[in-house]
């Protein structure tokens, strides 16, 4: 189970899932330098190493890995992975660095531990696809799980980056939920996908978010973008609705099957 560290119940909840699938777990923390921008939060990434390892034994798992940089990207280190069309989209866009520095990184970490199985957040649904593409284009050959995104209360997707919040900023957050929550029914009783959309990015400034990244309907492995008209009976089984949104100065994302909602 790879993390990025400053852990909680949605990591939790994948070590969980990982107990009752193998007989160890094994978890790395790595703040990956390689899928920051330059202008992002590398420096400020929050950073709790013993707050997580109590965390992690207390859930029962087995070994944690913590590499430092130096040891994933000596010295000449020069390769990099490259996934084609998946990584385009949705957060491809907005962080065009980012799913390089993630394909790599993951590549190297199932290589390293050689897991049976490796589990990932469905919060991060399109690092989630990336993940197979690549585990099968390389013959990795590790089972790669999706863990169903543990949520707070008021809907707001957990993430290391929710402790960024002002206090005004949380009571806002939850709106980003609804507003996909919203958009997904809408779309799931028939309505048009693109007029949903708006309605939803509409909804979003009202809210308060700033700048939205993406809202989009999308279906399927390759992530087929949707709309406009109304969703096809086929369409209607695979769409999901992604959100990407800044508040203030932290960047949020989150996700939802059209029939899940
Ligand atoms: N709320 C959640 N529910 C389920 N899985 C999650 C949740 N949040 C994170 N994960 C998963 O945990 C793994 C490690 O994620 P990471 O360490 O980046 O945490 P994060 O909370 O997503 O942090 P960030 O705020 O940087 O996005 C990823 O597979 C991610 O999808
Ligand atoms: C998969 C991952 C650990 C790679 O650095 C990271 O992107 C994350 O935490 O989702
Ligand atoms: N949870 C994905 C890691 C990142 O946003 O950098």
Request: glycine content about 10%; charged content about 25%.
């Amino acid at each position: 189970m790879p993390t990025m560290g400053a852990l909680h119940d949605g990591h939790l909840s994948l070590v969980r899932l990982g107990k009752q699938r193998a007989d160890r777990c094994v978890a790395s923390i790595f703040v990956n330098p390689k899928q920051f921008a330059a202008h992002e939060d590398l420096g400020t990434y929050p950073r709790r190493e013993d707050e997580d390892l109590k965390m992690l034994a207390d859930a029962g798992c087995d070994l944690v890995f913590l590499p430092q940089p130096a040891e994933m990207y000596p010295d000449g280190f020069a390769t990099s992975v490259r996934i084609e069309g998946l990584s385009e989209p949705l957060d491809g866009q907005s962080r065009p660095h980012f799913f390089g520095g993630v394909a790599t990184v993951v590549t190297k970490l199932l290589n390293q531990v050689r897991a049976d199985i490796a589990i990932f957040g469905e919060k991060d649904y399109q690092q989630l696809l990336i993940i197979r593409r690549l585990n099968a284009d390389l013959d990795i050959g590790t089972e790669i799980i999706g863990g169903p995104i543990v949520r707070e209360e008021d809907g707001l997707a957990m993430s290391s980056r929710n402790a960024y919040l002002s206090s005004v900023e949380r009571r806002i957050a939850g709106q980003l939920n609804k507003v996909l929550r919203q958009t997904a029914l809408k779309i799931a009783q028939g309505g048009d996908v693109l007029g949903s959309i708006e309605d939803g990015h509409a909804l979003l400034k009202h809210a308060g978010f700033s700048t939205i990244d993406y809202l989009e309907a999308r279906s399927g492995k390759d992530l087929t973008l949707l709309g406009p008209g109304k969703l096809t009976p086929e369409d209607q089984e695979h769409a999901r609705v992604f959100v990407a949104a800044m508040l203030g100065r932290t960047r949020l994302i989150d996700n939802m099957k059209v029939t899940d909602v």
